[in-house]
């Protein structure tokens, strides 16, 4: 590097010219030495670039990774926390603090339920209740067998209510197209849609034990003299067997891609209308 950079006097030449031959040797030994130097250090410059470039890529792809999950609200806590935030999502402003929808027609404290609607509704809430039960039993998919046997099953104590009701005297009627509906929709789901199928199963025992148990306490108060149905009871510490299936739950949904879990979220508002549809018959 030092033979090149070195100068050279404009007066040499003007003063002492050299011999042609002389001059054009010397040039060449000059241009002709290799620069080792520069050489490795544009390899070493490349070399250092490319990692300064992967490292960023790579800091990129964690930032936005990192984005990309706080997209999912209460997934540090398990799957079945983003059910709820979903679910809550769905209820309307006056049922929970955290509903975005505007309520649709009266609320609850305001209905004035009958009996014939209520058995309308018990019975094609009996008629699901049984469709869940003998999807988990027969278990299509294996991971439908981790919820026989729950504790929080309906069924009989459903059809317990419904021999109450015969026996004063009410006649019981044949379940009606909400339940129906519901119940096929159920049976073709879990034949073929595992993920969609537990967003159902989820959100049907969960919200019976909440929204559900408010409902039938204050039909009860109005037209049933208070009396606490057999469809509000359950064995054990309720509290427990809820947590027991949260965890089954959680388990299940670990094996689920995130476009499976996104998928069973999804479904959440279908869930809600089937069981709004339902719900409504108490008014009927």
Known sequence: MASITTPISQSQFLLKKPESGVLKASQSQIFAKPIPELSQRSKLFARNSRMVLLAAASAGTASAAEKHKKRYPGEAKGFVEEM??????????????????????????????????????????????????????????????????????????LA????????????????????????????????????????????IYFAHTAG?????????????????????????????????VRDKLNRVAESW????????LEETEKSFKFSGDILRLILS
């Not at 009701?165 to 044949?174: S, T």
């Not at 039909?219 to 606490?228: D, F, R, S």
């Open 84 to 157: 709820r935030f979903v679910a809550m999502k769905l209820h309307t402003k006056d049922q929970a603090k955290e509903g975005e929808k505007e309520p649709r027609g009266q609320p609850v404290a305001k209905w004035e339920p009958t009996i014939e609607g209520y058995l309308k509704f018990l019975v094609d809430s009996k008629l699901v209740y049984d469709t869940l039960e003998k999807i988990v039993e027969k278990s299509s998919f294996p991971e439908y067998a981790e919820f026989r046997n729950t504790g929080l099953e309906r069924s009989e104590r």
């Open 160 to 203: 317990k209510d419904l021999e109450w009701f015969k026996e004063q005297g009410h006649a019981i009627p044949e379940p009606s197209t909400p339940g129906v509906e519901y119940a096929r929709y159920l049976e073709e789901l879990s034949e073929k849609d595992p993920q969609a199928f537990i967003c159902h199963f989820y959100n």
């Open 212 to 244: 559900g148990r408010m409902i039938g306490k204050k039909v009860a108060e109005k037209i049933l003299n208070k009396k606490e149905l057999e469809f509000y009871k359950w064995d054990g510490d309720l509290s427990q067997l809820l947590q027991n």
């Open 257 to 264: 891609t995130r476009e499976e879990k996104n998928h069973c």
